[in-house]
């Protein structure tokens, strides 16, 4: 894998998302809701806390990431653009991972403000510096398997819609698995649980840090962009 053609894709993907309004929409009503669960929070309820945005954050992801990444290959199949792409010297897994890394990007930069949150309740009180390095650690991760599986979404299809469609599909059952666990036999439960996103993702907010779950979010990611590739290699050799 080439890490040159890697950084061109990121650069163009980047330049892609903030020289069109998809970034600056997608940041600022992001922020506009997090930022209402998290004043109700502390102006209404009267609770210092950073739990909301942890608890809320991989919720609001489930639209979010398949919008930030339904043009990011299902665009470039319907204009063309993509079989100009891989006639050049570079690989599928480069176009996947490249793409892949600008829209992770994007959603560090879309975190990143709510920064002033945690600096914010600092001086109202004291926090827990563990479980606020956790959270955003897990709320990465997450991210990072969300936009994952929603590249591979973009990558099934030429529409845009039907791609944001399937990607919402899938990381939905990804963040419902352990909500259901209630109601089935405890072997399968224990099965499911793991598969579940949310339930990795609960430990590390806790500022519990597991190589299991550290395992499980990198095997989802990779498991996700080996199958975007796959993709994209079956379309050469049509």
């Known amino acids: ?6 950084k061109s894709i990121l650069r ?4 892609s998302f903030f020289n069109s309004p998809v970034a600056y929409i997608v940041i600022i009503v992001y922020l506009i809701l997090l930022g209402w669960f998290f004043t109700s929070n502390l102006f209404v309820y009267n609770l210092a806390t950073l739990r909301t945005v942890f608890e ?46 600008a829209a992770w990007t994007l959603y560090f930069f879309t975190l990143l403000p709510t920064l002033s949150y945690y600096i914010t309740l600092t001086i109202l009180g004291s926090l827990d510096t563990g479980s606020v390095i956790g959270g955003y650690l897990g709320l990465l991760l997450v991210g990072a398997v969300f936009l994952a599986v929603s590249v591979f979404g973009s990558s099934v299809t030429e529409n845009q819609v039907v791609a944001f469609i399937i990607s919402l599909f899938i990381v ?34 806790r500022g519990v840090i ?23 290699q079956k379309r050469r050799w049509a």
């Open 56 to 101: 809320m954050t991989p919720f609001l992801l489930l639209f979010f990431a398949p919008a930030m990444t339904m043009r990011l290959i299902s665009e470039e199949k319907k204009s063309g653009t993509l079989e100009l792409l891989i006639t050049k010297p570079i690989t599928e897994s480069e176009i996947i991972t490249g793409k892949f890394l």
């Open 12 to 15: 163009k993907e980047l330049r």
């Open 1 to 6: 894998m080439n890490l040159n053609n890697i």
């Open 210 to 232: 597991d190589s299991r779950d550290i395992i499980y979010y990198a095997s989802a990611v990779g498991l996700s962009l080996y199958f975007a590739t796959a993709v994209l």
């Open 172 to 205: 939905f059952i990804l963040f419902m698995l352990d909500k259901v666990l209630f109601y089935l036999p405890t072997s399968v439960a224990t099965i499911l649980e793991y598969i579940s996103i949310d339930y990795h993702f609960s430990n590390i907010a």
